[in-house]
T-cell receptor
Framework: DSGVTQTPKHLITATGQRVTLRCSPRSGDLSVYWYQQSLDQGLQFLIQYYNGEERAKGNILERFSAQQFPDLHSELNLSSLELGDSALYFC?????????????FGSGTQLSVL | AQSVAQPEDQVNVAEGNPLTVKCTYSVSGNPYLFWYVQYPNRGLQFLLKYITGDNLVKGSYGFEAEFNKSQTSFHLKKPSALVSDSALYFCAVRDDSNYQLIWGAGTKLIIKP
């Protein structure tokens, strides 16, 4: 068990809808990272938060947004969903703000857009 | 541009035999290299990393990786494979533009009894 909790595990929704994915990092970790994993694109970095502040942004669509709350949990909001957004979304956490350290991954949220 | 490549989609090894999962990279500066493993229905787990120092890095579950600067490679190895090593293995390199990880496509490792 990595100590990173993601909910829900599975999410089925329709095109055009909006969903929220939740992540609780490992106790004491200040950084949260969001990744998207799909068969055609592989593992793609979306965004990183460190202690409530956006630290780095990757290939995140404008329809997607995220935030990290004072208790350090994070939410990834996906709106105007398209079929191509179907993927496994991972959250990871680390103690510091750099990625030269170990990342701890949650088990992911499998999103299916129908 | 910085990149990482895993040239094999799948590697098949008999239990007890040595295994190698290949990774090559391209970076502008000194590479920060990582290996992670993903078991079915699980998140990725850290195996090992190379930042600097000894070219042979030892990691979790008996895995090790050899950094070769001249060949720009960071191959993952294990002397004797176990059936339980069957999983998806990812190599990653740190992108110096935003300090995030760039991931390889993954290599499926199948260990046959």
């Amino acid at each position: 068990d990595s100590g990173v909790t993601q909910t829900p595990k599975h999410l089925i929704t329709a095109t055009g809808q909006r969903v929220t994915l939740r992540c609780s990092p490992r106790s004491g970790d200040l950084s949260v990272y969001w990744y998207q994993q799909s068969l055609d694109q592989g593992l793609q970095f979306l965004i990183q938060y460190y202690n409530g502040e956006e630290r780095a942004k990757g290939n995140i669509l404008e329809r997607f947004s995220a935030q990290q709350f004072p208790d350090l949990h994070s939410e990834l909001n996906l709106s105007s969903l398209e079929l191509g957004d179907s993927a496994l979304y991972f959250c990871a956490s680390s103690a510091g703000q750099g990625t030269n350290e170990k990342l701890f991954f949650g088990s992911g949220t499998q999103l299916s857009v129908l | 541009a910085q990149s990482v490549a895993q040239p094999e989609d799948q590697v098949n090894v008999a239990e007890g035999n040595p295994l190698t999962v290949k990774c090559t990279y391209s970076v502008s500066g000194n590479p920060y290299l990582f290996w992670y493993v993903q078991y079915p229905n699980r998140g990725l787990q850290f195996l090992l990393k190379y930042i600097t120092g000894d070219n042979l890095v030892k990691g979790s579950y008996g895995f090790e990786a050899e950094f070769n600067k001249s060949q720009t490679s960071f191959h993952l190895k294990k002397p004797s494979a176990l059936v339980s090593d069957s999983a998806l293995y990812f190599c990653a390199v740190r992108d110096d533009s935003n300090y995030q990880l760039i991931w390889g496509a993954g290599t499926k490792l199948i260990i046959k009894p």
